[in-house]
């Protein structure tokens, strides 16, 4: 019993070290897109609640938006752009009629999806009228929930 002690306990010992080193080399590896298609799109937030009715009776005023349920809270998005500057865009739009928001970075794969995303940032790009903005941003979330939800 006590010849097989040794080269268990040195077995063990190597084990762990090289356990513990490629633990480590994964952790400072940068994060890659699971798809080749990912793409980084700008959602804009417009608030966060602890329950569903909350958040109904507090998005009564806008005719599109759309929520995702993360860690037990509603996010509410109105208005989606796959460029940081329309992204800016949207925001002062929603901060002149009197909306708090917050630009909230997410990787989408759907490619659907994004194409026709593209297609609006365009116009969006192109535009500073505010109706337009509008009208935009609810196609872009009306597209979103035939094409992604």
């Known amino acids: 019993m006590k010849k097989y002690l040794f080269p268990v306990s040195v077995s063990l010992i190597l084990g762990v070290s090289m356990a513990y080193f490629i633990i480590k080399q994964y952790e400072t590896m940068p994060t890659l897109a699971v798809s080749s298609e990912a ?20 998005m009564k005023e806008f005719t599109n938006y759309i929520y995702n349920v993360e860690n037990n809270e509603y996010h509410t998005y109105i208005g989606i752009t796959t460029s940081k500057e329309n992204s800016l865009k949207i925001q002062n739009y929603y901060k002149e009629i009197g909306y708090d928001t917050s630009i909230v970075e997410k990787i989408t794969d759907n490619s659907d999806f994004i194409n026709i995303l593209g297609q609006y940032d365009e116009l969006l790009t192109k535009t500073d009228d505010k109706e337009s903005i509008k009208v935009i941003c609810n196609q872009v979330l009306a597209k979103y929930e035939e094409l992604v939800k």
Do not use: H, P
């Not at 799109?41 to 909350?54: A, E, F, H, P, T």
């Open 39 to 58: 793409q980084t799109l700008y959602y804009i937030r417009r608030g966060v609640y602890s329950d569903m009715q909350n958040m109904e009776n507090n």
